[in-house]
């Protein structure tokens, strides 16, 4: 029987202290889907290559599937449960709404937390594809889904003054 070392984590995540114990070369997706209940994260590839695990760590989105857990240690992390609220959607949200940018739903979640960002940087509108280029979609041709991000970047924009 092997042992595997296990490490207690704590770290911020979607405004919440929580601390966890896991293995620390644990993948973080495996624990915030597994270990935390937090669902709304999707791995797609598993390899880095589609965005679909996307979340924020530190406020820099990354790919959840290549980060070991042990880098949440201390750590402010955002998933896609911590964009917005049942009552009061992110602007990225509504966006896609607006728009009909969601089709599957694996990529969404992705998409949203990098959108998300794009939004808290005030990156350009002119931007929003070359940005977005890390997240895959199987399912459309992109311009809803860039559209979209446009949308709530001149709204965001429009509502700071």
């Known amino acids: 029987m092997s042992h595997r070392p296990v490490v207690r984590i704590s770290c ?17 997706i495996d624990v915030l889907r597994d270990d ?12 880095g ?17 290549l980060v070991p857990a042990i880098q949440a240690q201390g750590a402010d ?6 964009i917005g609220s049942p009552g009061l959607r992110h602007a990225v949200q509504q966006a896609f709404l607006d728009h009909g940018s969601a089709q599957c739903g694996i990529c969404t979640p992705g998409m949203v937390i990098t959108a998300a960002w794009m939004v808290e940087k005030k990156l350009p509108a002119d931007e929003v594809a070359r940005t977005l280029a890390g997240n895959l979609c199987r399912c459309t041709g992109y311009s809803a889904i860039i559209e979209a991000v446009q949308a709530a970047i001149v709204a965001a924009q429009g509502s700071r003054g």
Do not use: D, H, Y
């Open 12 to 28: 911020t995540i979607n405004g919440v202290a929580r601390e966890f114990k896991a293995p620390p070369m644990r993948r973080l």
């Open 36 to 47: 935390l209940g937090l669902m709304g994260t999707k791995e797609g590839c598993g390899e």
């Open 49 to 65: 290559e589609c965005g679909a695990c996307s979340i924020l760590l530190g406020g820099e989105p990354v790919n959840s599937c």
């Open 77 to 82: 992390i955002t998933t896609i449960e911590g």
